[in-house]
């Protein structure tokens, strides 16, 4: 029951859901929210090629760098999102249309 | 490869009747089906214990609270009162249900499972004794750790859900204060990894001994900050005054469960006192020498050598000493956060932020590069040995 | 069989919560089915030896991701124009009916894409050697430390980037209103 196929299909159907929160959201946490589950999705993977392709833990230390980021990203992109809000009273990611205020 | 209370018992004769019994009986191995069933009794027994340590931890504070502050405290039901705990258990399964008509249900009967998920599921890693621990993971703090911050969640959705605004100025403030607090705590548990060499609590215990000298707190000057600053935290984290913020009976009504009625509301306290006790016990594990027992005691090999005792029975003997020594510092250090709760006054919020940010967390941060250097320049010694070094060799000098 | 019991609940929390992720159309309930969707990734990892990355899996999302999203929810709660500069009526922040049929699109065909590339691994993946389970701590540590200590630095340098970096940004300034 635990093979790589399974583990595949988990990480597949992962991305597949993250993809579809991103497009189908408005909302600018909600498509972070998506974004988290594309970067654990790929993080799965290469857990999964580790044991079950190479047993040298490589896929380990990319995931721990995958979450690494998936963190420093949330925290810089809330943090955007939270001065976006400061601004137009709107997380609506049709109203971040403009560069310059 | 992991050590459990499975591979303790398996030691035993009996163990191995019964397995081998089960297997002839059914036809099949029986081990794993034994270790199941092992683990289902002992993780009873413990959510057992625990639950009547959360229930006689409210009996404490009232009765501690009344002492130093020369009342008598609860001493109607049963002998001295014992029994109150189970009254206001009944009580709060009786009292009614109560459902804020704008809360979000799904969220708000969520958010007390949470927390009380977040507690118990770190219970599997709390050292007991050397044989009494439910899993020794070899990523055992650090998956404490992880549990623990669920608790943080509960408590946020809880003052989200209720629809209140006590509520949800007592759930922001919990979460700000839970999730500040863990950066000084979890930083002077790394300081202490660093010393023990490894993240299972088998390893960190075992690189103390039963002697005062031996245990972490004494090992060097930063480790003996490093308590400090790790109980300070552990009071925040499991909002204890004088950290009480998020509950503050006297500003937010009672915080993020002012809306909560009933066993919902019990499921919160539950979790705030069994959370007190994990946290004494991951300082008594850390610090104070977990389950050592002074003069190797605890393995039993004493009783069987010098009183000939059967190996089996003088090693439960050696068990039931580490479990008494457990529990007797972490219920002395359980004594010691009731004791503070009722003698210091509350913080405000900024004060609290300030705390935290400006003092524990680059004093942790120190610590960490203390210990790391200590370890460097002394070969992992501690203070004592040292010490004992240098007046052996001054002896011989002479 | 204990294995393939925690990996059946594992897979189960995973794929619910991030079905009820797309399902949902409440942003709170969204973040709550998304924190049980990454502690049956955790679940995941544990099933196949990954101790370690299982437990950070845990610190990381549910101490410190799931709560800053949370935040951000609470801190940006207000209900902001419906209608854009326009004045044009804006699609409904967590979509509509056509939204989704357009994600349900290009789900489909990045679908198509992935089994595109996958279909070689299902082929043949007869002779591969399945590693036993060990702890992985210290020969993870090792490799930090070693291998890829440049990637390690780096990352930590990223860390503290994005911790001033979200500090800088998201303070409040005086001219909030331009």
């Known amino acids: ?101 | 490869m992991n050590s459990t209370v499975v591979s303790y018992l398996s030691q035993s004769n009996e163990f191995q009747n019964i397995h081998a019994w089960l297997s002839k009986a059914l036809g099949f191995d029986a081990s794993s089906l034994m270790a199941f069933v092992i683990f289902a009794i002992v993780a009873l027994i413990i959510v057992g214990v625990m639950a009547t340590i959360g229930g006689a931890g409210t009996y404490a504070e009232r009765k501690i609270s009344a002492d130093l502050q020369a009342r008598v405290g609860p001493n109607r039901v049963g002998p001295f009162g014992l029994l109150q705990f189970l009254a206001d258990g009944v009580k709060m399964i009786l009292k009614e249900d109560i459902i804020t008509t704008n809360a979000d249900k799904f969220v708000f009967n969520l958010a007390p499972v949470m927390c009380l998920v977040g507690v118990f599921a770190t219970l599997a890693v709390v050292p007991y004794s050397s044989g009494f621990i439910l899993a020794d993971l070899n990523v055992g703090i650090f998956y404490l750790v992880g549990m623990a911050s669920l608790v943080g969640v509960g408590v946020f959705l809880g003052g989200y859900a209720s629809n209140s605004k006590w509520s949800l100025l007592g759930g922001m403030r919990g979460a700000s204060q839970i999730i500040s607090y863990e950066i000084p705590a979890t930083i002077t548990i790394i300081s202490i990894v660093l010393l023990a060499g490894g993240l299972s609590m088998k390893t960190l215990i075992g690189a103390q001994g039963g002697g005062m000298q031996d245990w972490f707190i004494l090992h060097n000057p930063f480790a003996f900050i490093g308590f400090f600053v790790y109980f300070i935290s552990a009071l925040a984290e499991t909002n204890r005054a004088p950290f009480d913020l998020p509950e503050a009976e006297s500003e937010l009504v009672s915080g993020y469960h002012t809306e909560y009625t009933g066993m919902k509301f019990g499921l919160f306290a539950l979790a705030e006192y069994i959370e007190v006790f994990v946290v004494c016990g991951v300082a008594v594990a850390l610090f104070l020498g977990g389950y050592n027992v002074p003069f190797d005691l605890g393995t039993g090999a004493l009783f069987s050598k010098s009183l000939g005792l059967d190996s089996m029975l003088s090693q439960n003997i050696g068990q039931l000493l580490q479990l008494g020594a457990f529990f007797t510092k972490t219920l002395a250090l359980y004594y010691v956060v009731i004791w503070v709760r009722w003698t210091l006054p509350r913080l405000r919020v900024d004060q609290l932020m300030t705390l935290c940010w400006k003092y524990l967390t680059p004093i942790a941060i120190f610590n960490l590069l203390g210990c790391a250097v200590w370890m460097y320049a002394f070969d992992g010694k501690s203070i004592f040995a040292l010490i004992m070094a240098a007046t052996a060799g001054g002896g011989a000098h002479h | 069989m204990f294995a393939n019991t925690l990996f059946l609940l594992s897979a189960v929390l995973t794929l619910a919560g991030a079905v009820l992720v797309v399902y949902s159309q409440n942003l709170m309930h969204a973040c709550i089915y998304l924190l049980a969707s990454l502690f049956g990734v955790a679940g995941l990892y544990a099933c196949i030896g990954a101790d370690f990355l299982a437990a950070t899996q845990l610190v990381v999302y549910a101490g410190g991701v799931i709560i800053l999203m949370l935040f951000a929810i609470m801190l940006t709660g207000g209900t902001g124009n419906r209608t854009n500069k326009y004045g044009l009526e804006k699609i409904p922040a967590m979509g509509n009916k056509k939204t989704f049929m357009i994600a349900a699109f290009a789900a489909i065909v990045s679908a198509l894409i992935v089994i595109k590339v996958t279909i070689p691994v299902f082929q043949n993946n007869k002779n591969l050697i399945v590693a036993a389970n060990a702890p992985t701590v210290e020969r993870i540590g090792t490799l930090l430390a070693t291998d890829h200590i440049l990637a390690f630095e780096i990352s930590s340098v990223m860390l503290l980037g994005a911790l001033i970096g979200a500090a800088v940004i998201s303070r409040p300034r005086k001219e909030i209103h331009d």
């Open chain 1, 1 to 101: 029951m635990i093979s790589l196929g399974a583990y595949l299909g988990i990480s597949f159907i992962l991305f597949i859901c993250g993809i579809m929160v991103m497009i189908a959201r408005k909302n600018i946490i909600a498509i972070l929210l998506g974004i988290e589950l594309i970067l654990n999705a790929s993080a799965l993977n290469f857990a999964a090629y580790t044991k079950f392709v190479n047993g040298n833990l490589e896929g380990h230390i990319m995931a721990l760098f995958i979450i690494i980021t998936a963190a420093a990203e949330s925290a810089v992109g809330l943090g955007i999102v939270i001065r976006f809000f400061q601004l137009r009273e709107s997380i609506h990611i049709d109203d971040a249309s403009t560069l310059q205020n």
